[in-house]
């Protein structure tokens, strides 16, 4: 893919996120347990806060999510002539609860994660 063809391109996976997120969204009333999805890689599942749209105000956001966002929005390096190998959408993540599939008796809390598409092997709920 060209990268000046990258701004019409669709990750699947994030797309399948947000519409599950947002269907969450909707059913709450039907369904008043809160539900939250677990991203589920090789090597871990992954709890967190998913961030569906980009912040109202840049200047608040933790230095990871804001970073990303401005990418997103304006990247700095210039890819119109350039072709990309791995076209993964990125998944920006709040309070975050990463448990190692090996030991998930020690589960990894952070502020902030950014999780790679291509990471992805599945979705479940809590």
């Known amino acids: 893919m060209k990268g000046e063809e990258l701004s019409e391109a ?16 909707q059913l709450k ?5 809160k539900k939250k999805i677990i991203f589920v890689t090789q090597s871990a599942t992954i709890e967190a806060d998913f961030q ?8 608040e956001e933790p230095i990871l999510g ?5 990418y997103e929005l304006s990247p700095e390096i210039d890819i119109t002539d ?7 959408a990125c998944i920006y993540l709040r309070n975050v609860k990463l448990t190692p599939l090996t030991t998930p008796n020690s589960p990894i809390y952070l502020e902030e994660f950014i999780l790679f598409t291509d990471h992805l092997l599945g979705l479940t709920i809590t």
């Not at 804001?66 to 401005?70: D, G, I, K, S, V």
């Open 10 to 25: 669709v990750d699947f996976k994030k797309l399948s996120i947000v519409e599950l997120q947002i269907k969450f969204e």
């Open 29 to 33: 009333n039907k369904y008043p347990k």
């Open 52 to 59: 569906m749209q980009l912040a109202e105000n840049l200047e």
């Open 66 to 70: 804001r970073a990303l966002q401005e």
């Open 82 to 88: 350039k072709i990309i190998l791995n076209s993964s």
